[in-house]
T-cell receptor
Framework: NAGVTQTPKFRILKIGQSMTLQCAQDMNHNYMYWYRQDPGMGLKLIYYSVGAGITDKGEVPNGYNVSRSTTEDFPLRLELAAPSQTSVYFC??????????FGPGTRLTVL | EDQVTQSPEALRLQEGESSSLNCSYTVSGLRGLFWYRQDPGKGPEFLFTLYSAGEEKEKERLKATLTKKESFLHITAPKPEDSATYLCAVLGSYNTDKLIFGTGTRLQVFP
């Protein structure tokens, strides 16, 4: 099993550009999550999904969108990137919120 | 509002010098407390889940315990490879599907 995979690993965006962060898991987990991690701030939940076709907002959803058309994939869309979105983004998955498994992260810089 | 506070922020230990990390929480109806290890530049790695006061879990040199207000991660005779940031998270009945993370304890073990 590859576990949770994320692409790209690094990305630099200009202000106002858009991009999609990809996340896939091969563990047949029903729950998937997107977090951002800023230095000294801990992990903040952006969006999560409890199954295909179902998504909900976390603590910091503004400026982001998600979709979940399959069990395996949970892409995160950034529209009109802003410097405040500079962060490390982690995708995670779990079976009914019991012990989340994290991907390796995407380091995003918005200039 | 659910809250998680971890202490200390940073801890330096000599190899073999045992110590404990603290995770204090305020949550309405604890459904689970989770410990993760995070190495620099990587995603958090799941360690333990604790569900009720009095419960204990062990893995190699790590032992996690839980009371009604806090959890401890005890590290016995640590080695340099135990150096990492340790994160605590809680799942409460109010935020039904959302983990609330602490900001972590950065552990450094010197030979």
């Amino acid at each position: 099993n590859a576990g949770v995979t994320q692409t790209p690993k690094f990305r630099i965006l200009k202000i106002g550009q858009s991009m999609t962060l990809q996340c896939a898991q091969d563990m047949n987990h029903n729950y998937m999550y997107w977090y951002r991690q800023d230095p000294g701030m801990g992990l903040k939940l952006i969006y999560y999904s409890v199954g295909a076709g179902i998504t909900d907002k976390g603590e910091v959803p503004n400026g982001y969108n998600v979709s979940r058309s399959t069990t395996e994939d949970f892409p995160l869309r950034l529209e009109l990137a802003a410097p405040s979105q500079t962060s490390v983004y982690f995708c995670a998955s779990s079976y009914s919120n019991v012990g989340q498994y994290f991907g390796p992260g995407t380091r995003l810089t918005v200039l | 509002e659910d809250q998680v506070t971890q202490s200390p922020e940073a801890l330096r230990l000599q190899e073999g010098e045992s110590s404990s990390l603290n995770c204090s929480y305020t949550v309405s109806g604890l459904r689970g407390l989770f410990w993760y290890r995070q190495d620099p530049g990587k995603g958090p790695e799941f360690l333990f889940t604790l569900y009720s006061a009095g419960e204990e879990k062990e893995k190699e040199r790590l032992k996690a315990t839980l009371t009604k207000k806090e959890s401890f991660l005890h590290i016995t005779a640590p080695k340099p490879e135990d150096s990492a940031t340790y994160l605590c998270a809680v799942l409460g009945s109010y935020n039904t599907d959302k983990l609330i993370f602490g900001t972590g304890t950065r552990l450094q073990v010197f030979p």
